[in-house]
């Protein structure tokens, strides 16, 4: 069973940090360049950043450049996204994706397989 889960979400003030995981099973990450969405209540599911298959090469929206980095461990079978700096405005539910589409854009990133989600809050 392919399967996608992400980890690492949770409750953190304006300017903290955390970071995301995304742990692959019943297949191996190393040939699907990977995405991270983010979706807030009320709003559309937005692309965060994406990484190419073989590594390397990047994306970021601009609402998180600069804040936020992601990185993959195929060894791990493993993506993680670091956010520091962390907003209220980045509060959503934040899923992982791989996807056979090329990483040449956050927002044009077009996931295959899909992980369940996990809840990221920024508030004081």
């Known amino acids: 069973q392919l399967q996608l889960v992400e980890s690492g979400g949770g409750l953190v003030q304006p300017g903290g940090s955390l970071r995301l995981s995304c742990a692959a099973s019943g297949f191996t990450l190393d040939y699907y360049a990977i995405g991270w969405f983010r979706q807030a209540p009320g709003k559309e599911r937005e692309g965060v950043s994406c990484i190419r298959s073989s590594g390397g090469s990047t994306n970021y929206a601009d609402s998180v450049k600069g804040r936020f980095t992601i990185s993959r461990d195929d060894a791990k079978n493993t993506v993680y996204l670091q956010m520091n700096s962390l907003k209220p405005e980045d509060t959503a539910v934040y899923y992982c994706?791989?996807?056979?589409?090329?990483?040449?854009?956050?927002?044009?990133?077009?996931?295959?397989?899909w992980g369940q989600g996990t809840q990221v809050t920024v508030s004081s």
């Open positions: 994706a791989a996807g056979r589409s090329p990483c040449v854009g956050a927002s044009l990133f077009l996931g295959d397989y």
